[in-house]
């Protein structure tokens, strides 16, 4: 698989863990809403076959670090806007410092063989 490809399956992956992990998991209501909690499931499922396929060419530490800080950040912007759930200033340091620790996976991190 091209590096290319093996990117746009890590942003689906992490499209779809924001769309299940903040909206259809959070309107579930702890799985008590059918509808919901099945569409919320099927969607986490297609973001790990997501990462599944991107891990066939980027290393898994590389991929799942990349997916789990984005994904928790774009969460995050989700709550925001969509539920008005503000973080507070220590959350907001918390996720530039994800961010930056993405970025340096990502722009600085090696492999050693």
Same mark, same amino acid.
């Given at each position: 698989?091209? !590096?290319?490809?093996?990117?746009? #399956? @890590?942003?689906?992956?992490?499209?779809?863990? +924001? &769309?299940?992990?903040? /909206? *259809?998991?959070?309107? !579930?209501?702890?799985?008590?809403? #059918? @509808?919901?909690?099945?569409?919320?499931?099927? +969607? &986490?499922?297609?973001? /790990? *076959?997501?990462?599944?396929?991107?891990?066939?060419?980027?290393?898994?530490?590389f991929t799942?670090?990349?997916?789990?800080?984005?994904?928790?950040?774009?969460?995050?912007?989700?709550?925001?806007?969509?539920?008005?759930?503000?973080?507070?200033?220590?959350?907001?340091?918390?996720?530039?410092?994800?961010?930056?620790?993405?970025?340096?996976?990502?722009?600085?991190?090696?492999?050693?063989?």
């Amino acid at each position: 698989m091209k !590096s290319l490809t093996a990117y746009m #399956f @890590l942003v689906a992956g992490i499209s779809f863990g +924001i &769309i299940a992990n903040g /909206y *259809f998991l959070k309107i !579930s209501e702890g799985f008590t809403k #059918f @509808l919901p909690s099945i569409l919320g499931v099927i +969607i &986490i499922l297609l973001a /790990y *076959f997501s990462l599944a396929r991107a891990m066939q060419t980027i290393p898994v530490g590389f991929t799942y670090a990349t997916y789990g800080g984005l994904t928790t950040i774009g969460v995050t912007l989700f709550g925001l806007l969509r539920f008005n759930q503000i973080p507070n200033f220590y959350a907001t340091i918390g996720i530039i410092f994800i961010l930056i620790g993405v970025v340096m996976v990502n722009y600085f991190g090696k492999l050693s063989n």
